[in-house]
């Protein structure tokens, strides 16, 4: 491609927001302030932006992070204690969108989109050898854009899929009303008499008072299901202002059992921090009803509410996101053997 320059950056505070912007238009959580909140929460990781220019106009870029506390799988614990030490020494340089499972990298539609990605491709091996890292990772692609990459990278399944809804509703009645079958909608009066019964009550805020008993009940989520801990949680709840943010609490009496951060970036939702007690009967489904009446009143187009409890959001009308492929290529000799190893598409 004629005139094509990759320029790299390492502060979206470097990066002027009109063009970046311009080229986002449309992508959910992909916008300048989107980053300015990323930076600030995962501060503990140092970004890499590969900014690709024909002339003086922006037509793709690729946003990387060098990621030493990636939450590892659920794998065996002694592979599990393997993994943490060797990301720790050497880190992945990984593109994604920060905190939102979503690729980091765009691209303008109507051009020579492999001229391109190999470009930023090489770039970016480049700069994750410079930087000591184990691999260049182009996260949360789907299933055919991971093959379309240089001989070098290859392409893993890694990843449950997140879930994605369409919003086509003004409100939470013409939603139930339209969208949802009869059962459902006895789901929801059903979940209404249970919070009624058990004096559940649920307030949406601005802001989070008390962080660290939602974090009681964000871990208990995650350990129940296997998971680590996610290391920046405490920090989304803090600057949640940044992005929109609404913080959904469900309180028995004094006690609170059950908590979701809900946060918007381009006219999307994303549904996280999940947190919810033992034994207090459909405080789940009370967070989900009002994560959905809260993205109709602030009218988003798209909902995107993560992996796992796929047949619940499925009722709910929530499809599979095929966006759990990497395409990977290893920084040195050593983890591109790795690479040729264990993932298709290795040639080199």
């Given at each position: 491609?004629?005139?094509?320059?990759?320029?790299?950056?390492?502060?979206?505070?470097?990066?002027?927001a009109q063009p970046w912007d311009q080229?986002?238009?449309?992508?959910?959580?992909?916008?300048?302030?989107?980053?300015?909140?990323?930076?600030?929460?995962?501060?503990?990781?140092?970004?890499?932006?590969?900014?690709?220019?024909?002339?003086?106009?922006?037509?793709?870029?690729?946003?990387?992070?060098?990621?030493?506390?990636?939450?590892?799988?659920?794998?065996?614990?002694?592979?599990?204690?393997?993994?943490?030490?060797?990301?720790?020494?050497?880190?992945?340089?990984?593109?994604?969108?920060?905190?939102?499972?979503?690729?980091?990298?765009?691209?303008?539609?109507?051009?020579?989109?492999?001229?391109?990605?190999?470009?930023?491709?090489?770039?970016?091996?480049?700069?994750?050898?410079?930087?000591?890292?184990?691999?260049?990772?182009?996260?949360?692609?789907?299933?055919?854009?991971?093959?379309?990459?240089?001989?070098?990278?290859?392409?893993?399944?890694?990843?449950?899929?997140?879930?994605?809804?369409?919003?086509?509703?003004?409100?939470?009645?013409?939603?139930?009303?339209?969208?949802?079958?009869?059962?459902?909608?006895?789901?929801?009066?059903?979940?209404?008499?249970?919070?009624?019964?058990?004096?559940?009550?649920?307030?949406?805020?601005?802001?989070?008072?008390?962080?660290?008993?939602?974090?009681?009940?964000?871990?208990?989520?995650?350990?129940?299901?296997?998971?680590?801990?996610?290391?920046?949680?405490?920090?989304?709840?803090?600057?949640?202002?940044m992005v929109n943010g609404t913080w959904?609490?469900?309180?028995?009496?004094?006690?609170?059992?059950?908590?979701?951060?809900?946060?918007?970036?381009?006219?999307?939702?994303?549904?996280?921090?999940?947190?919810?007690?033992?034994?207090?009967?459909?405080?789940?489904?009370?967070?989900?009803?009002?994560?959905?009446?809260?993205?109709?009143?602030?009218?988003?187009?798209?909902?995107?509410?993560?992996?796992?409890?796929?047949?619940?959001?499925?009722?709910?009308?929530?499809?599979?996101?095929?966006?759990?492929?990497?395409?990977?290529?290893?920084?040195?000799?050593?983890?591109?053997?790795?690479?040729?190893?264990?993932?298709?598409?290795?040639?080199?």
């Amino acid at each position: 491609m004629t005139g094509l320059i990759v320029r790299t950056f390492f502060s979206i505070h470097d990066i002027e927001a009109q063009p970046w912007d311009q080229l986002a238009q449309g992508h959910p959580f992909q916008s300048h302030q989107w980053y300015v909140y990323g930076e600030r929460v995962m501060d503990d990781c140092s970004p890499v932006y590969l900014l690709a220019y024909q002339g003086d106009e922006l037509i793709a870029r690729a946003s990387f992070w060098l990621v030493r506390n990636e939450p590892i799988p659920k794998i065996p614990a002694p592979l599990r204690v393997i993994a943490r030490g060797l990301i720790r020494h050497w880190p992945p340089l990984i593109c994604r969108s920060p905190l939102a499972n979503i690729s980091g990298l765009i691209v303008k539609d109507g051009l020579n989109r492999n001229e391109i990605l190999k470009t930023i491709a090489q770039t970016a091996v480049e700069e994750a050898a410079s930087r000591g890292a184990s691999f260049a990772v182009f996260d949360y692609l789907d299933e055919a854009s991971s093959t379309d990459w240089p001989a070098a990278f290859g392409a893993i399944p890694v990843s449950e899929p997140g879930t994605v809804m369409k919003n086509h509703w003004n409100n939470l009645e013409e939603y139930l009303s339209a969208s949802i079958n009869k059962k459902e909608r006895r789901q929801y009066k059903r979940v209404m008499q249970v919070a009624h019964d058990f004096r559940l009550q649920l307030t949406r805020y601005k802001k989070v008072t008390d962080i660290k008993g939602a974090l009681d009940l964000i871990r208990n989520v995650e350990q129940r299901h296997g998971a680590l801990p996610n290391p920046w949680v405490p920090s989304m709840l803090e600057n949640m202002q940044m992005v929109n943010g609404t913080w959904l609490e469900v309180h028995a009496g004094q006690q609170l059992v059950g908590c979701m951060l809900l946060l918007e970036d381009n006219h999307a939702q994303m549904a996280t921090a999940l947190g919810l007690a033992e034994g207090i009967s459909d405080v789940y489904f009370l967070l989900l009803f009002a994560a959905l009446e809260t993205a109709m009143e602030h009218k988003v187009r798209l909902l995107r509410w993560g992996s796992g409890a796929y047949e619940a959001k499925r009722r709910l009308g929530f499809q599979l996101e095929q966006n759990n492929y990497v395409s990977i290529c290893g920084a040195n000799w050593l983890t591109r053997r790795f690479v040729r190893a264990f993932t298709t598409g290795s040639a080199n």
